[in-house]
């Protein structure tokens, strides 16, 4: 079995364990189970970065066999630089995930646990799949254990939330569905995606392929104005449930853009740029503002999540090296930064079950250790330099300006938006004289939070600091794809 | 051709003589749960399932009673599909018709005869074949809707069922007398033969084909002609909701394709206009009517009508442009469609009556609330199969409607392309529904505490019909081919 069928395939195993056998008079147990399988998935995908050849664009890892014949649908795996980091990302945010479930999940815990590992080896199938059935299966599958831990374990109007999530993302990608089966069809009866980059198409149809993947992944990402999922989603679900979305689920929409929109419909999405930058700049300025007047703490990170993916977004579709790598690495620093926001505010929400900006105060006094993971993750989301969310925005922003003055202009200027409705929630929330009682007694991290945490922050700082391992892998790729979307490939 | 070919026909008559066994052994036997009866039943049918399998494996075509019947590896597949759910069927049944007092010989025995004519349909060569088989289907199932005499709504059921179910039939064989009137010949193959010369006036088959489509529609409970399916879903006992609504599906599309594939491909250009208006037709009304339904048979029985749609848009995408060369795949894809929703089907209405019990029936969606509390396996197994009728991979029910997409997509037609895209927009409707099956079972707190009724066998079925759902999805190449072969077969001959 290759590296990657194990990333995938070793989570899903001790997730289906734990649904198998798990019951909640052992909860201890399942969630013994639980990190180790969860760890050993982080573990097994390390060499995947370690042994990365940073030299070459071509698909590396790959493992390839016939699944469905009738349909020559194979399951085709690989990673690029585009890809690869996205993999132990995602297994690593899932050890997240498990620790701060510890205590916090009494009911159900092992098809809790069970869950998100499922999710996590579906997830990471997505990122590694280059068969266009086999990705879509995955990027379906995904659908199911998300929309469960939504409506079991969520909050007061989860059922309402879990449908809606549901609902949107399949929406955009039963339209995809009909793009594979065309481009099936057009390819001469190959799913394979590699294939459909080489596949010449005209204009007229590159165009109808290029709105059908943007259905999918604009909602998956999401861009405005299909965006009001997410605040719904990001609010009702659990902790574990917002981190993953956040730090994980929002990029196989972005993801689908590299893999998908630009090499496979180049000419439609040169011609279609400014539709993409419109709407990626109407997410940083309008929902930057929206972020702003929010009262719920979760809420607030949801439209910072929406602002930031526009970023993403916007790198992408500047067509240069700078504003694409800039990219995959606000992607990477958004799975880390986002992932500790909603973790601290579930800190918060498991002691004074609020979340509230107007029910806290002063938490610094009480929870001095806390409140600094809190600020330096709040500063990452601001984009400070030496943090990790300075490296996606600073590249984004000079790939801007290589592409587009005003635009720049624009996007550099939104990022005070940034840094308005973080700070001002952090001196809300943390800062000043403590509010009232119940902040008065609320207990500093314990030791599991305190780890968590930490390691979030050590990986924050250190992609901040030292961003050279990860754009190094994603340079040649990046290029390769590049020059792939230059080239006209209409017949 | 060999006048009489006995060996053709060696699966029916098994079965008939099966089916007088199982009569007269129950007479003389008064065991109060009918084991012996159940148990010949299911060997009867294991054997005809055997044979069928057999004949299907040596993958020939013979004809046989001068012409009247043949066997082809279509038939032998439909039919032995057939039997195997009629298997399940009755599995799932027994423990609920023993606690309602409902466990007669006849209900096996109709059983049996409902198996015949529905294997009688799928060797068909002629129209008055088709015909017998499907009034010796129809009958012994009006009979068994009306099992429950003392029961208002079943008799009401069995009543509409009847009257509907008749004017059908009368449609399909005025519909087929006026084929017969125009090519002087009630032979499938003469017909399309026939047909095919291009001499016979078109308004009389076209007219023909008409009465002939809606006989079909009907049968196969396609919109407009889907007013008995949601009553006799509701109001069957579930034993025989579950039988009417799996094995005769099997053998409605072997007659659709006995009748208009073999007989009138000439004039698929007719009856495909037809059939696209029944398809979005059914789209339409299965998947917005289903959603305000509170009933949990009710809302499956307008879910099947939109499954119904599925199917007939992939046998509406057969002849493209007057060239058949894209017909094996479009039918292929219905067949397997229709494979993956009865063996959904199975699951789902077995697990409603599994969790019925003395005095109490679960058919409101609401008597699924809290399921995952009370019983995770029997939750797990029940979002298995919604997620496989909304077609969520990796689910059976999404490579269905794969299959039938890339029929339609690789027509290369806008229309058909642009059906894809209806079709997946009402399956995003379609969605909605069967997601709050899911949600009530796994959101919703529990209304009944009482554990599950435990009956061990019928729980491992389930829990395998369910992994069957789960595994033919990324494992389905082997059925797909199955289905493929068998139509092409069809086809050539």
Known sequence: MGLLSLAIWLPVFFGALLLAVGRDQHAGVARAVALVGAVASFLVTLPLITRFDTTTAAMQYVEKFSWIERFNVNYHLGVDGLSVWFVPLTAFITVIVVIAAWEVIQERVAQYLGAFLILSGLMIGVFCALDGMLFYVFFEATLIPMYIIIGVWGGPKRVYAAFKFFLYTFAGSLLMLVALVYLYFKSGGSFDILTWHRLPLPLGAQTLLFFAFFAAFSVKVPMWPVHTWLPDAHVEAPTGGSVVLAAIMLKLGAYGFLRFSMPIAPDAAREFDWLIITLSLVAVLYIGLVALVQQDMKKLVAYSSIAHMGFVTLGFFMFNQLGVVGGIAQMISHGFVSGAMFLCIGVLYDRMHSRDIASYGGVANTMPRFAAFAVLFAMANCGLPGTAGFVGEWMVILGAVEYNFFIALLAATTLIFGAAYTLWMVKRVYFGDVANDNVRALQDINGREFLMLAVLAAAVLWMGLYPKPFTDVMNVSVSELLQHVARPKLN | ?493
């Not at chain 2, 009508?305 to 007057?322: T, Y």
Request: hydrophobic share 55%; net charge neutral; aromatic share 12%.
């Open chain 2, 1 to 493: 051709m060999s006048p009489l070919n006995w060996q053709v026909v060696l699966p029916e008559i098994w079965l008939l003589l099966a089916a007088c066994a199982v009569l007269l052994v129950d007479v003389f036997n008064d065991h109060p749960e009918r084991r012996p009866t159940f148990w010949l039943t299911q060997a009867a049918i294991a054997v005809f399932a055997l044979l069928q399998l057999q004949g299907y494996m040596a993958g020939t075509t013979a004809y046989g009673m001068q012409g009247m019947v043949v066997v082809d590896p279509m038939g032998r597949l439909l039919a032995f599909f057939a039997a195997l759910s009629v298997m399940a069927t009755l599995a799932y049944a027994r423990p609920t018709l023993a606690a309602r007092d409902m466990q007669k010989g006849e209900f096996y025995t109709l059983t049996l005869f409902v198996l015949l004519g529905i294997s009688v349909m799928c060797s068909a060569n002629n129209f008055l074949v088709v015909y017998l088989g499907l009034e010796l289907m129809s009958l012994s199932l009006y009979a068994l809707t009306a099992l429950r005499r003392d029961h208002a709504i079943s008799t009401e059921a069995a009543m509409k069922y009847f009257v509907l179910g008749a004017m059908a039939s009368g449609f399909l064989l005025y519909g087929l007398s006026m084929m017969y009137g125009a090519t002087g010949s009630l032979e499938i193959p003469r017909v399309f033969d026939r047909i095919a010369t291009g001499s016979i006036n078109k308004e009389v088959l076209v007219f023909g084909v008409v009465f002939v489509v809606a006989g079909l529609a009907f049968k196969l409970g396609a919109a407009p002609f889907h007013m008995w399916v949601p009553d006799v879903y509701q109001g069957a006992p579930t034993a025989v909701t579950l039988l009417i609504g799996g094995a005769p599906k099997f053998a409605a599309f072997a007659i659709t394709i006995r009748l208009l594939v073999e007989g009138m491909l000439g004039l698929a250009i007719d009856w495909q206009q037809m059939f696209i208006v029944l398809a979005v037709a059914s789209l339409a009304i299965g998947n917005l009517a289903a959603i305000a339904q509170t009933n949990l048979k009710r809302m499956l029985a307008y879910s099947t009508i939109s499954q119904m749609g599925f199917i007939v848009l992939g046998l509406s995408a057969g002849v493209v442009s007057g060239n058949t060369l894209s017909a094996g795949n479009a039918y292929s894809s219905s067949m397997f469609y229709l494979v993956a929703y009865v063996l959904t089907t199975l699951g789902t209405f077995g697990l409603i009556m599994f969790l019925s019990r003395q005095g109490f029936e679960s058919e409101e969606i609401n008597d699924f609330a809290g399921l995952s509390r009370r019983s995770p396996w029997l939750a797990g197994v029940m979002t298995v199969f919604m997620f496989s009728l909304a077609g969520v991979p990796p689910m059976v029910g999404f490579f269905a409607k794969l299959a039938v997409i890339q029929a339609l997509v690789t027509t290369n037609v806008p229309l058909y392309i642009g059906l894809a895209v209806v079709a997946v927009l009402f399956s995003l409707i379609g969605a909605f529904y069967y997601l709050r099956v899911v949600k009530v079972m796994w959101f919703d707190e529990p209304t009944q505490t009482a554990p599950v009724w435990q009956t061990q066998g019928v729980t491992l079925l389930l829990v395998a019909n369910g992994a069957a759902v789960f595994l033919f999805g990324p494992f389905s190449g082997g059925i797909m081919a199955m289905c493929r072969d068998a139509i092409v077969a069809a086809l050539s001959s």
